[in-house]
C-alpha cells in the first residue's frame, strides 16, 4: 500500500452517511487512484461506472485489491454496510431503497437512461431519496451528461457535491454539465476528492 494513506479510520461516528460516485470514460483510473488512497472503515460507498457486463465484476475485482476497502459488484437486495464499496453491475441500473433504518441495493432492468445502463442518475436521485443530508455526492471525469440531475437532486436534498476538476479529468463532460446545472458545491482535483471523502467520513 502506498503510504497515502494517512490514517486508518478506527471508528465512524454514525453509520447513517453514505458516499456516491459516478463515473464515465477516464473514470477507472480515477477509481482505482481514490479506492488505493483511501482508509478501511469508511462509511458506505455506491458507484456507478459506466461499464458493459462482466466487465463490471472484473472491475471490482480489480479495485479490491488495490484498496483496503472491501470492494465488490453490488447484488439485489443486499443490505449495504460499512467499509464497503458497491460497483453497479453492467447492464443494470442500481439504487437504493430504505427498510427502517438499513438501506439496501436494488437492481432494475429498465431501459437506458442517458444512453447508460447503468445510468449514475438513478442511483444519485436514489441517494437524495434515501439518505439527502447525510450524503456526498460525487461526479467524476466522463462524456456526455449523466449524473449531472441527479448531482442537483443530491445537493437539494441538502447532501454535499464535489465534481471533479478539469485539470485531472480525462474527459470534462459529465462535471461540467452538473457546475451548468450548479450541481456542484465543490470543484476538486482527484487528490482533494480522496481528502474530502476522509474529512466527510470522520466529522
Request: hydrophobic share 40%.
Amino acid at each position: 500500500k502506498k503510504n497515502k494513506v494517512k490514517h486508518i479510520l478506527t471508528e465512524i461516528k454514525t453509520t447513517d452517511k453514505l458516499i456516491s460516485i459516478g463515473a464515465s470514460t477516464g473514470g477507472t483510473v480515477a477509481l482505482e487512484y481514490i479506492f488505493s488512497n483511501l482508509p478501511k472503515n469508511l462509511p458506505p460507498i455506491v458507484v456507478v461506472q459506466h461499464m458493459p457486463e462482466i466487465f463490471t465484476l472484473q472491475f471490482a475485482k480489480r479495485l479490491n485489491e488495490l484498496s483496503l476497502l472491501n470492494i465488490k459488484e453490488g447484488e439485489d437486495q443486499e443490505l449495504i454496510e460499512i467499509g464497503t464499496v458497491y460497483i453497479a453491475p453492467g447492464g443494470k441500473h442500481m439504487q437504493l431503497k430504505r427498510v427502517g433504518a438499513s438501506l439496501f441495493i436494488e437492481l432494475t432492468n429498465e431501459e437506458k437512461i442517458n444512453f447508460q445502463k447503468p445510468a449514475v442518475d438513478p442511483l444519485f436521485f436514489s441517494v437524495a431519496r434515501n439518505v439527502g443530508v447525510n450524503s456526498l455526492g460525487i461526479l467524476l471525469t466522463g462524456m456526455g451528461k449523466d449524473g449531472a440531475e441527479g448531482l442537483l437532486k443530491i445537493k437539494e436534498s441538502g447532501g454535499y457535491t464535489i465534481v471533479q476538476d478539469e485539470k485531472t479529468s480525462i474527459v470534462w463532460g459529465m462535471p461540467k454539465a452538473a457546475i451548468d446545472m450548479n450541481a456542484a458545491i465543490e470543484i476538486l482535483s482527484l487528490e482533494k476528492i480522496v481528502d474530502k471523502i476522509i474529512e466527510f467520513s470522520i466529522k
